[in-house]
């Protein structure tokens, strides 16, 4: 039987592939200069914050001067900070939410841990449609739970045959991601329709038997990146098994602050006596992350109606699909978020990513995203990066030819 321990070590063998990446950037950097390396590894944000913040924070500043001002607060959150936020997430989820329906969150790696240690059993496992963001694994294994990845078809969109196939009584939740880290995939309301038939089918099921309900997780920190008129449809109000979790690290590029949230659908937070939220409440106490950062949460709260600069991302998007597109590789467009998910050119994916380290060309193999054969490019760097890359894609690709 698998242990924790080894289920862990797997799932934190894959994540470590971009932490490589990273390093060798670090060393590349180094030697040759920054402005010599084009690092496509790591997305961290690097477009500043909505210029709001910076009276925001003053404020805040005289704020924390008042005893208590930067003393712990409750283990879900600032109520008011909780109000402000179900506010916003109604309006974006397009169905009302109050502050019980809503925890904040140590950005949301710790919502999806927080998440995982409420609910899984050693055993239980967690379908997430591959590729996908590799820490799910390791977040999950924590516990013991195991991630149940579902191939998604050629062009990224979700396999629902695949999914319902891969469906067990251990299964205790399917997480989505849209848009899409590492695919910029973004979920049409049809495909949702059909998974979320897919769930209550499961819990109606599960329902006679007594059993414990399959969630629908939506893992959403990049829900403000979409292109061209591209929508994402409100997972909240589509199922009452559904739990929207995200952060203000991309929107808001306050990836540091470390500021996300749970919302619950407000039927499913009223289930047993709000048994959910307390459980979440309670975990992200003794989890130790004790309450979310009170600094961000204020913030985040006065400037969450607003983003970063997305036509900076957009012309990010649009300039690295034509860099592609010069150097003949292969992709799907992504609709969202800020990466590419390209074929690698000769199809080994570890191959061409040695390729374009020569080119000092940082970029991900797919393969620790589970899938193998592509390549994953961030655009969180300047546009001059991305033009600078373009000659270095040509003669990485060309070797492959
Ligand atoms: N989910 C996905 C898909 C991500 O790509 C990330 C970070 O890159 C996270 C969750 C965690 O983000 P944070 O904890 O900064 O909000």
Not at 161 to 190: F, K, Q
Not at 292 to 313: E, H, N, W
């Amino acid at each position: 039987m698998q242990t924790v321990t080894d289920a862990f070590h797997a799932a934190a063998g894959k994540s470590s592939f971009i932490r490589k990446m990273f390093e060798k950037g670090i060393e590349l950097k180094q030697q040759f200069g920054e402005d010599a390396v084009c690092d496509f590894s790591l997305g961290n944000p690097d477009v500043p914050p909505p210029e709001a913040a910076r009276e925001v924070l003053h404020r805040i500043a005289d704020d924390a001067m008042r005893p208590l001002g930067l003393g712990y607060c409750p283990n879900a959150g600032i109520p008011a900070v909780r109000e402000s936020i179900a506010a916003h997430l109604s309006r974006q989820q397009k169905m009302e939410l109050k502050g019980k329906d809503v925890i904040m969150t140590v950005g949301a790696a710790s919502a999806l841990v927080c998440f995982f240690r409420a609910t899984l059993s050693r055993g239980n496992e967690v379908i997430v449609p591959s590729p996908y963001f590799v820490e799910y694994g390791n977040y999950c294994g924590h516990f013991g739970g195991v991630l149940r990845p579902v191939p998604s078809k050629d062009d990224f969109s979700l396999d629902i045959p695949a999914i319902t196939a891969a469906i067990s009584s251990r299964t205790r939740a399917i997480i989505i991601n849209s848009p899409n880290n590492p695919t910029g995939a973004i979920y049409s309301r049809e495909e949702l329709d059909a998974l979320v038939r897919t769930i209550e089918d499961e819990n109606a099921r599960r329902e006679k038997k007594g059993m414990r309900p399959l969630f629908l997780l939506s893992d959403e920190p990049y829900r403000a990146f979409a292109y061209d008129g591209a929508e994402v449809p409100a997972v909240l109000p589509m199922s009452r098994f559904a739990i929207v979790l995200g952060s203000f690290s991309k929107t808001l590029s306050m990836a540091g602050e470390r500021i996300g949230y749970i919302a619950v659908n407000p039927e499913l937070s009223e289930a047993d006596g709000g048994t959910l939220v307390s459980t979440l409440t309670l975990v992200n106490r003794t989890l130790g992350y004790v309450n979310a950062p009170v600094i961000g949460q204020k913030l985040a709260a006065a400037i969450c109606d607003s983003t970063v600069d997305l036509d900076v991302y957009k012309r990010r998007h649009d300039l690295m699909a034509k860099v592609l597109t010069d150097a003949g590789i292969e992709f799907v467009m992504p609709k969202g978020a800020f990466y590419f998910f390209p074929k690698a050119p000769g199809g080994d994916d570890a191959k061409f990513v040695d390729a374009l380290l020569e080119e000092r060309i940082l970029a991900v193999p797919g393969s620790g995203f589970g899938r193998a054969g592509h390549i994953r490019l961030s655009c969180a760097v300047d546009e001059k990066i991305i033009a600078r890359s373009a000659e270095g894609f040509k003669r990485a690709t060309e070797k492959f030819q």
